[in-house]
């Protein structure tokens, strides 16, 4: 089992950053590649960003592309999502997710594990 908590949500007003962070235990961290995920009310959920196990490679949703970064330290067992820039349509509930395969635009279906979420909102 590995267990993730998210956590760096808050509100921010457009064009401001915030800083996500997720941090696991349980298993090897750094067998997991990492995904973060967000959905808004209303709407399915959406791919935002993944890194692979080792941190060396990236990938990003068109919508974020340039203005998120995701990392890890695999020493400290945590993920990162640095967000810059913030829009409206940013808002929607955070997930980290861990998954053993690194699928750089995931896909389809549930990663092997779900963090519990951190909310997101930003003011116009």
């Known amino acids: 089992q590995v267990q993730l908590v998210a956590s760096g949500g808050g509100l921010v007003q457009a064009g401001g950053s915030l800083r996500l962070s997720c941090a696991a235990s349980?298993?090897?961290?750094?067998?997991?590649?990492m995904y973060w995920f967000r959905q808004a009310p209303g709407k399915e959920r959406e791919f935002v960003a993944s890194?692979?196990?080792?941190?060396?490679?990236?990938y990003y949703a068109d919508s974020v592309k340039g203005r998120f970064t995701i990392s890890r330290d695999n020493a400290k067992n945590t993920v990162y999502l640095q967000m810059n820039s913030l829009k409206p349509e940013d808002a929607a509930v955070y997930l980290c997710a861990a998954d053993k395969q690194y699928y750089p635009r995931w896909g389809s279906g549930d990663p092997d594990y779900w963090g519990q979420g951190t909310q997101v909102t930003v003011s116009s």
């Open positions: 890194i692979t196990r080792s941190g060396l490679s990236t």
């Open positions: 349980g298993r090897t961290f750094s067998n997991y590649a």
